[in-house]
């Protein structure tokens, strides 16, 4: 019996867009993909420039409030100057009135000092708690400085005397500074230019009588040879000179030093600007 032949092998062909040689289903989910990272993207750049546009209004209204708080402060104060100038006008006319308060809060700081045969007034200028600074004029020390000696006594009616030891001495500007070891409050210098009808007090020792107070005006201010002074009409006598001359505010607007003493003058006396002990001394 003759078999018949075997059935020929089929060749499979492969389909076209198979597995082996890609086709749309990879191109769809390649463009998914860069769709979802533009998407993701997107919404990155969004959230960004959201924060951005949420952190500028924060700054613009910080801004803003500080700009008003400047404006707040400002006005506070032009209105405190305001108040201070009226203030110091009001004292003006308080201490023209009635010299006695502003005399009691400052006489304390006031001293009469002797040096050798001198005396003269001082003031406490500056203090450490220690030491006090005092000021008067070249001219009270004069005899003991030249002499070699710095030993000086300063001393008030009530109180022990004190020792006091020559710290500087500036015959040039008639000015000089005596330490003291004690604790004495300071006056405070004005930073004021004076003004002419300024009521002011003189607090000294005419004579060696500590504590004395006389009262009168700035006269005007001046200048001879490139030194500028205070004129005031106050009156002073030998013992004055390194006293304060205060202004209605308790500050003291210069140091005591001379008089006219020309006949037929009245009421024409000097006293050195007090920035004058700042600019020499660099204690203010």
């Not at 030249?146 to 030993?151: H, I």
């Not at 009588?209 to 030998?238: C, K």
Request: proline content about 6%.
């Amino acid at each position: 019996m003759v078999e018949p032949p075997p059935a020929p092998a089929r060749v499979l062909e492969p389909r076209a867009g198979g597995r082996g040689h890609g086709g749309p289903s990879v191109l769809v989910a390649v463009g998914v993909a860069a769709l979802v990272l533009c998407l993701l993207a997107s919404g990155y750049l969004i959230v960004t420039v959201s924060g951005l546009r949420s952190d500028l209004r924060d700054e613009q209204a910080a801004r803003s409030a500080a700009e008003d708080r400047i404006s707040i402060l400002e006005g506070t104060l032009d209105a405190v100057q305001s108040n201070e100038s009226d203030l110091h006008s009001q004292l003006a006319a308080q201490a023209a009135a009635d010299p006695a308060a502003i005399a009691a809060r400052i006489q304390s700081s006031v001293y009469t000092v002797e040096a050798g045969d001198e005396l003269g007034s001082a003031w406490a200028v500056a203090t450490d708690h220690v030491t006090t600074k005092f000021v008067t004029n070249y001219h009270v020390i004069a005899s003991a400085w030249e002499s070699g000696s710095k030993q000086v006594t300063v001393y008030q009616e009530q109180g022990n005397p004190l020792d006091g030891v020559i710290d500087s001495a500036l015959p040039d500007v008639d000015l000089a500074l005596i330490d003291v070891k004690a604790d004495i409050a300071p006056l405070k210098a004005s930073k004021e230019t004076p003004r002419a009808g300024e009521a002011v007090l003189v607090i000294g020792s005419p004579l060696g009588l500590g504590g004395s107070v006389t009262t009168g005006s700035v006269s005007a201010l001046r200048s001879e040879g490139g030194i500028n002074f205070i004129q005031f009409s106050a009156p002073i006598s030998p013992g004055n000179s390194g006293g304060p001359l205060v202004n209605s505010a308790g500050e003291v607007i210069g140091i005591t030093e001379a008089k006219a003493i020309a006949f037929g003058a009245e009421g024409i006396a000097i006293a050195i600007p007090v920035n004058q002990i700042c600019i020499h001394f660099q204690i203010c």
